[in-house]
Structure formats: structure tokens, C-alpha cells
């Protein structure tokens, strides 16, 4: 069963890090499409407002979001424990995406939360400690 484990928990980091990549993109895409629109508003001060805090503000998101996703998808390679922890809260922010994000959050959580799983991360994190 491990090893069926250890398969999923590839399967899974390979995952994260593709859609962290993509959502990196997307971040510059959302601020410079955005920075465009309000060059394109001209005077009006309430809408050069809005698209500034919208260009600001949720470029940060995606790449905040995204940035975690990419750290824990490539810990997970490791089997990091503390990869484990980020991924998990990442796929349980990504259920709110739906319909993706919520398919990819359920099987992401279900592989992180098996048991064989837990046991996969605390077997490898037990290195030996040198003195």
C-alpha cells in the first residue's frame, strides 16, 4: 500500500506545482491587463481607484496562493512533513474554486489524509540526528 501511496503523493506534487506555475502566470496576467485598463480609464478618479486596489490586490492573492503551492508541491517531492501541512491547507483554500479546484482539493486531501500516507512522511522525516 505504500508504495500505491508514494504514487499518489507524486501524483499530487506534480499537480501542485503545474497549477502554481499557471496561477503565477495568471497573477502577471491580472496586473498588467489591469494596469492597461486604467491607462485606458483616463480621469475619472473613482474607477482609477478600484483598479488600482483590484490590480494590487488580487494579483497578491493568486500569487501568494500560488507561491505556497509551488514550495509545498515541491516539498512534497521530498516528502517533506511540513510540504504535507502547506498542501493541505492549500487544497482546502482551492475547494472554494469551483469546479477544479474543488475536484482537485477533494483528491489532494484524500491522498494527504490517508493514514499510509502520514506514516510515508514520518518514515522519511526521521533522519538520523548527527552529533
Known amino acids: 500500500m505504500e508504495e500505491k501511496m508514494k504514487k499518489h503523493v507524486t501524483v499530487v506534487a506534480a499537480i501542485q506545482v503545474g497549477f502554481a506555475v499557471l496561477g503565477l502566470i495568471l497573477a502577471l496576467v491580472i496586473f498588467f491587463a489591469l494596469s492597461f485598463a486604467r491607462s485606458q480609464v483616463g480621469d475619472d478618479e473613482v474607477a ?6 483590484i490590480s494590487v490586490f488580487l494579483p497578491m492573492v493568486f500569487g501568494l496562493m500560488s507561491i505556497l503551492g509551488l514550495v509545498g508541491g515541491i516539498g512534497l517531492f521530498a516528502y ?3 510540504a504535507r501541512y502547506i498542501v493541505i491547507v492549500v487544497a482546502a483554500l482551492g475547494c ?3 469546479p477544479i479546484g474543488t475536484l482537485k ?4 486531501l484524500w491522498v494527504l489524509l490517508q493514514s499510509d500516507t502520514v506514516k510515508l512522511f514520518e ?3 526521521a533522519a538520523p540526528v548527527v552529533q
Open 48 to 53: 482609477q481607484t478600484v483598479l488600482r486596489l
Open 80 to 82: 517533506k512533513q511540513w
Open 96 to 98: 472554494l474554486n469551483i
Open 105 to 108: 482539493g477533494v483528491y489532494f
Open 123 to 125: 518514515k522519511n522525516s
